[in-house]
């Protein structure tokens, strides 16, 4: 099998389960420009505690042994908390106030993890325990460089992270936004238009000029939940509070989001 992994990786754990489970002989899949690698991580890394190992070479090619797992008919799995989830909150604390994240760890293999180097970058307050975060927010925000390529649904929260930054920050990976459940570069530069951020498309490269505070108005959010999101938590530095139009579209992955919003002290109509 030859895929190309450069929209979404996917469709290659998919593939990776299902022959894992269902192959009667050797399977090669090869994969051409593979993005968001650690979902793949992750894929291999389930399928292993399973008992059944698939190798590959530098991501370009798995080999998969016909079905035979290893593990017993009982397996016992911790589910982890959700990093791109908690991705908002924490970004919220960076910029207004103190927040503790239980049921992560900095150990995960989910690709949004890498949201710690940016907030160490920006200058945020960060303590790590062992099944929890905590973040708040530093006197001033510094600017930072991130490439999100690898964690491409970290985009839009990091956008409003970064204009509340003192300079330009630059995030890379656009190029992965557009299959998104919006076209994020165009959402998120829509959000950006409406918060009166300075914003430039630099091929590949989101520059955001930060900004002391964002307006009152009223953000579309696209039928996205991660835009949703991101507007809820550029509230928190609004001059009068953010209306987001198709705000439920959170209920795809945070249903909860608005309530804990609220039962953190923001104030959510």
């Known amino acids: 099998v030859t895929i190309d992994g450069f ?7 998919g593939l990776l389960f299902a022959y894992a489970y269902a192959a009667t002989e050797p399977v090669v899949i090869t994969v051409k420009d593979l993005n968001s690698r650690p979902y793949i991580d992750l894929t291999l890394d389930m399928l292993g505690r399973f008992g059944h190992s698939v190798r590959h070479h530098q991501y370009e090619t798995f080999y998969i042994e016909t079905a035979a797992f290893t593990a017993g008919d009982n397996v016992e799995i911790a589910i982890e ?3 791109s989830s908690a991705a908002a909150l924490l970004v919220g604390a960076a910029i207004c106030g103190k927040v503790t994240c239980n049921g992560i760890s900095t150990d995960s293999l989910q690709a949004d993890r890498a949201l710690m ?3 160490h970058q920006a200058g945020a307050g960060v303590v790590v325990a062992k099944d929890s975060v905590a973040v708040s927010s530093p006197a001033l925000l510094q600017p930072f460089l991130f490439d999100a390529t690898h964690s491409p649904d970290l985009f839009p929260v990091l956008a409003i992270l970064a204009a509340c930054c003192i300079g ?3 995030i890379a990976g656009l190029g992965r936004l557009v299959h998104k459940e919006s076209d994020r570069a165009q959402s998120i530069g829509a959000m950006l238009s409406q918060l009166q951020v300075p914003y ?3 091929g590949d490269v989101l520059r955001v000029q930060g900004v002391k505070q964002f307006p009152t108005t009223t953000i579309d959010a696209h039928n996205d939940h991660r835009i949703a999101m991101a507007a809820a938590i550029a509230a928190l530095r609004s001059d009068g509070g953010i209306t987001i139009a198709g705000a439920d579209a959170v209920n795809k992955s945070y249903p909860a ?3 804990d919003l609220r039962s953190l002290g923001a104030v959510v109509n």
């Open 7 to 13: 929209l979404s990786s996917q469709f290659i754990s």
């Open 117 to 119: 180097d940016v907030l």
């Open 168 to 170: 330009e920050s630059r």
């Open 257 to 259: 989001f608005y309530e």
């Open 81 to 83: 908390g959700d990093w």
């Open 200 to 202: 430039a498309l630099d």
